[in-house]
């Protein structure tokens, strides 16, 4: 079973450029998180969906990032304007549903904000 | 709202020693606790979970049990190797919110010398 896939694995941008990542989860599953890590802390929950529906945003700031999972399938997390601040690795994970607590985890993004 | 503490890293050991990395959890209700693992340049990836107090997870030879009394889920292993030198991440889900949502801890990075 193929795994979480993202891409890009690096990025580097300057302050004010955008960037977009994309995800693509596990076959089947409906539920896919994008989380933020910043460097020395542990990953924190920018947004969750169930298939195309967002369940959480609350953490998102929604000024400067927007995601989207067009069909309940592949996700599109995009920053504009990207700010020093969210140099960080941009996680995705699935599971196959909500009431589930396991999820799988993809390698990540790390974004260079410079 | 839900946190989980974590034992200050970096934590260094020499193979064959005994590994502790205490875990304290703040959160309302009953919620599942889990070890999750980074190992350089990869995703997280689930390393063992409890869902119920006094259950004990285990996997490669790691294992935690989850304690009401304490709010603790310390991960253990008797005889650590070179190969777990690796972050770890202790976390949380709070089924009793609407969503699923992961919280970490900051990680503790452990390095293992021959």
């Known amino acids: 079973e193929a795994g979480v896939a993202q891409s890009p694995r690096y990025k580097i941008i300057e302050k004010r450029q955008s960037v977009a990542f994309w995800c693509n989860p596990i076959s089947g599953h409906a539920t896919l998180y994008w989380y933020q890590q910043i460097l020395g802390q542990g990953p924190k929950l920018l947004i969750q969906f169930q298939n195309n529906g967002v369940v959480d945003d609350s953490q998102l700031p929604k000024d400067r990032f927007s995601a989207e999972r067009l069909k309940g399938v592949d996700s599109t997390l995009k920053i504009q304007p990207a700010k020093l601040e969210d140099s960080a690795v941009y996680l995705c994970?699935?599971?196959?549903?909500?009431?589930?607590?396991?999820?799988?985890f993809g390698p990540g993004t790390r974004l260079t904000v410079t | 709202g839900d946190s989980v503490t974590q034992m200050e890293g970096p934590v260094t050991l020499s193979e064959e020693a005994f590994l502790t990395i205490n875990c304290t959890y703040t959160a309302t209700g009953y919620p599942s606790l889990f070890w999750y693992v980074q190992y350089p340049g990869e995703g997280l990836q689930l390393l063992l979970k409890?869902?119920?107090?006094?259950d004990k997870g285990s996997n490669k030879g790691f294992e935690a049990t989850y304690r009401k009394e304490t709010t603790s889920f310390h991960l253990e292993k008797g005889s650590v190797q070179v190969s777990d030198s690796a972050v770890y991440f202790c976390?949380?889900?709070?089924?009793?919110?609407?969503?699923?949502?992961?919280?970490f801890g900051k990680g503790t990075l452990l390095t293992v010398n021959p």
């Open positions: 994970a699935s599971s196959p549903t909500t009431g589930t607590n396991e999820q799988y």
């Open positions: 976390a949380l889900i709070n089924s009793g919110g609407s969503n699923y949502k992961l919280t």
């Open positions: 409890a869902t119920k107090a006094d």
